[in-house]
């Protein structure tokens, strides 16, 4: 999935959506880059039983200064009891700019 939205004043945290399937409760290692920045972070996800689908939150910066466009990439990958269908997510921020 590939997603864009416009840079606001103020930070805004926006859901990625993975798919998933599977038996029981399983878990997911979810990883998140800016690759504008650099900065990355890695976490490990609870399935619920019967769910379809998570959200992987994604904060964005916000501010009133001009900037370069940012670029966020979410992986996720099984580690037990799930298969991941949607495994990578691409969000970019295009930086807003105006006079006035």
Do not use: C, W
């Not at 930070?11 to 990355?40: D, E, I, K, W």
């Not at 039983?49 to 009133?64: F, K, Q």
């Not at 996720?76 to 009891?81: D, P, S």
Request: net charge negative.
């Amino acid at each position: 999935m590939t997603a864009g939205v416009t840079e606001g004043d103020t930070p805004v945290r926006y859901q990625m959506p993975v798919s998933v399937s599977g038996h029981g409760t399983g878990t997911l290692r979810v990883f998140a880059q800016n690759r504008s920045t650099g900065a990355s972070t890695v976490r490990l996800v609870t399935v619920k039983r019967g769910a379809r689908h998570i959200d992987i939150p994604v904060l964005t910066r916000g501010d009133l200064a001009y900037s370069y466009d940012d670029d966020y990439t979410v992986l996720a990958e099984a580690v037990h009891g799930n298969v991941v269908g949607g495994y990578q997510g691409n969000l970019q921020v295009q930086e807003m700019f105006g006079f006035g």
